[in-house]
């Protein structure tokens, strides 16, 4: 697994990149060296947030988490991970196409402003895919909604996560 470390607002020292490479090489069972993680550290008053993403052919493993020490928040993320992965492993292997996420991760094209204050802009492929697949891909993202083209219908739906642990479904009517 290829491993970038990102730092804002703080700097990370030789024995935490050693942490986390250590920590992360624990995942490697799941992913051959395709995998790429990504490491981003923030610290906001005295709170210290650690997101990691891993990319693997197409799909997205996505966990963060903000504590009082960066380590209590990597031991968190990675946690999140190992248990996402391994939930979502026997899901993978059965619903997921192999091409339905591909090329999948977003591409930040910068801050903009506009009559409503629009302040970030993402663009990123849509994949035909079920309703499933598309749950699977916003619960391994950490989002609360996701745009995807019905495979049945051809048509741009959204998944959107309801109290409860329950999901919506939006359907365009023409």
Known sequence: ?????????????????????????????????????????TNE???????????????????????????????AVCDILFKQIVKNK????????ARAFEDLS????????????LVKHKKFPVHAMSADEAILQMNMLGHEFFLFENAETGELNIVYSRHGNSYGLIEPIR
């Open 1 to 41: 697994m290829n491993i970038s470390i990102t730092a804002r607002k703080t700097t990370v020292k030789d024995s935490f990149r050693e942490k986390v490479e250590k920590k992360l090489r624990k995942l490697d069972r799941f992913f051959d060296d395709e995998a790429k993680a990504v490491v981003t550290v």
């Open 90 to 97: 026997s899901k993978l292997e059965t619903k997921v196409r």
């Open 45 to 75: 008053r005295e709170r210290e947030t650690v997101e990691v993403t891993i990319t693997y052919q197409g799909m997205i493993f996505r966990a963060e988490k903000t504590t009082a020490d960066r380590s209590d928040s990597l031991d």
């Open 106 to 117: 977003p591409e930040e094209t910068g801050e903009q402003e506009g009559a409503y204050n």
